[in-house]
């Protein structure tokens, strides 16, 4: 039988992942590294973390880059980092986020100074991220941006009204920043839901797997089952742009 000549897909040289110490990140991380990215990892506030997690990945020249996404400073640095040493970016994943869980109906729980921070890191760090990164990323072989949203954005019930507030306004500028930066960047929103990490505050493992006996899938997604969307964002999906993928077990239905 005649062989089946396929392209070359886009495997990204050098790729950053925000909040990459752990959880999503950590295995977004690894599977990158697994395709032969060098990795950046950016952490906060956890740097034996974020070395932890260099030494244990695959193939060479990976590093842990300390990148405050509420800081302009702090990833004006970063950037110049990035530049100095491999002259581009491929692929940026933001992935670093916090919330603070207050119940819906709780209004007066929900504070200004909670808003304000969910706001700040969940939405504003991100942009912040993308506007620093551009030029790079510009500059890199088919590159691409993926936030990693939640499907609290679509749903409407999350861990507080801020955090899903946030979500959806990072939804929203993947859309945007998807115009803006086309054709040379793609831009995508990973949208999760009940992911088994520490992410979430006091959530217990009992309590996810009794929200995924409910869902069409039945099963309580892992951070490796988003590090997947998010890999087949940035190699897979070569002439899309702009669009959210659920990562969610059908929550969304």
């Given at each position: 039988m005649p062989t089946i000549?396929?392209?070359?897909?886009?495997?990204p040289k050098v790729s950053l992942v925000t909040g990459g110490s752990s959880g999503i990140g950590r295995a977004t991380a690894a599977r990158l590294a697994a395709?032969?990215?060098?990795?950046?990892i950016g952490y906060n506030a956890r740097p034996d973390a974020a070395h932890e997690v260099v030494s244990g990945l695959a193939g060479s020249g990976h590093l842990a880059m300390q990148i405050s996404i509420e800081n302009a400073a702090s990833i004006a640095s970063a950037a110049a980092a990035v530049k100095d040493r491999f002259g581009k970016l491929d692929a940026l994943v933001n992935c670093g986020g916090a919330t603070t869980p207050v119940p819906a109906a709780d209004l007066d729980g929900l504070t200004d100074e909670i808003f304000d921070r969910?706001?700040?890191?969940?939405?504003?760090?991100p942009f912040a991220m993308v506007r620093a990164f551009r030029p790079l990323l510009e500059c890199g072989d088919k590159p691409a941006i993926v936030n990693?949203?939640?499907i609290a954005a679509?749903?409407?019930?999350?861990?507080s009204l801020a955090y899903l507030a946030a979500k959806g306004g990072l939804d929203s500028l993947t859309i945007a920043l998807a115009k803006v930066l086309a054709p040379k960047i793609r831009v995508f929103s990973v949208s999760p839901a009940g992911v088994d990490t520490d992410f979430v505050p006091h959530r217990?493992?009992?309590q996810l797997e009794q929200v995924a006996q409910r869902l069409p899938l039945g099963h309580v997604t892992t951070p490796d089952?988003?590090?997947?969307a998010v890999v087949a964002c940035i190699v897979n999906l070569t002439s899309s742009t702009g669009i959210i993928v659920p990562v969610d077990e059908g929550r969304h239905l």
């Amino acid at each position: 039988m005649p062989t089946i000549d396929l392209p070359e897909l886009p495997m990204p040289k050098v790729s950053l992942v925000t909040g990459g110490s752990s959880g999503i990140g950590r295995a977004t991380a690894a599977r990158l590294a697994a395709l032969g990215s060098t990795v950046i990892i950016g952490y906060n506030a956890r740097p034996d973390a974020a070395h932890e997690v260099v030494s244990g990945l695959a193939g060479s020249g990976h590093l842990a880059m300390q990148i405050s996404i509420e800081n302009a400073a702090s990833i004006a640095s970063a950037a110049a980092a990035v530049k100095d040493r491999f002259g581009k970016l491929d692929a940026l994943v933001n992935c670093g986020g916090a919330t603070t869980p207050v119940p819906a109906a709780d209004l007066d729980g929900l504070t200004d100074e909670i808003f304000d921070r969910s706001v700040m890191v969940n939405l504003r760090g991100p942009f912040a991220m993308v506007r620093a990164f551009r030029p790079l990323l510009e500059c890199g072989d088919k590159p691409a941006i993926v936030n990693i949203s939640s499907i609290a954005a679509r749903t409407g019930i999350g861990s507080s009204l801020a955090y899903l507030a946030a979500k959806g306004g990072l939804d929203s500028l993947t859309i945007a920043l998807a115009k803006v930066l086309a054709p040379k960047i793609r831009v995508f929103s990973v949208s999760p839901a009940g992911v088994d990490t520490d992410f979430v505050p006091h959530r217990t493992r009992e309590q996810l797997e009794q929200v995924a006996q409910r869902l069409p899938l039945g099963h309580v997604t892992t951070p490796d089952d988003v590090a997947r969307a998010v890999v087949a964002c940035i190699v897979n999906l070569t002439s899309s742009t702009g669009i959210i993928v659920p990562v969610d077990e059908g929550r969304h239905l």
